[in-house]
């Protein structure tokens, strides 16, 4: 019995890791590093999506819209965690692991507007 249920863990193992799921699990490790609004996520959000990607800067109506201040971006934290985490943003380009981090510290460790 034991073997078998050994046996069917690995086979479900197995068929979600070949499944072509686009939802990646993420993991991360924020316990050492704490993420602030205005020194580590606006940057990278001017950076990746607002001025330079053209997408969620002023005026924009794409997906939760604008992300230029903290409660537009803290309004939108749960879209944000699942586009960064299944890859679908930025659209036009990618995020590094390290700014991946960033932005699921920050909303992981409650999204504070520091």
Same mark, same amino acid.
């Given at each position: /019995?034991?073997? !078998?249920?050994?046996?069917?863990? /690995? @086979? @479900?193992?197995?068929?979600?890791?070949?499944?072509?799921?686009?939802?990646?699990?993420?993991?991360?490790?924020?316990?050492?590093?704490?993420? %602030?609004?205005?020194?580590?996520?606006?940057?990278?959000?001017?950076?990746?999506?607002?001025?330079?990607?053209?997408? !969620?800067?002023?005026? %924009?109506?794409?997906?939760?819209?604008?992300?230029?201040?903290?409660?537009?971006?803290?309004?939108?934290?749960?879209?944000?965690? %699942?586009?960064?985490?299944?890859?679908? /943003?930025?659209?036009?380009?990618?995020?590094?692991?390290?700014?991946?981090?960033?932005? @699921?510290?920050?909303?992981?460790?409650?999204? %504070?507007?520091?």
């Amino acid at each position: /019995m034991r073997r !078998h249920s050994f046996s069917l863990a /690995m @086979l @479900l193992i197995a068929l979600t890791a070949c499944s072509k799921n686009s939802n990646t699990i993420i993991t991360t490790d924020c316990s050492d590093t704490s993420k %602030s609004f205005a020194t580590d996520l606006s940057p990278l959000l001017q950076t990746s999506c607002n001025a330079n990607a053209g997408c !969620h800067g002023s005026g %924009s109506s794409r997906g939760p819209g604008e992300l230029i201040t903290y409660n537009q971006v803290f309004n939108a934290r749960t879209l944000i965690r %699942s586009a960064v985490t299944n890859g679908s /943003m930025p659209q036009n380009s990618t995020l590094t692991t390290a700014q991946k981090n960033t932005i @699921l510290c920050w909303i992981d460790n409650g999204a %504070s507007n520091n």
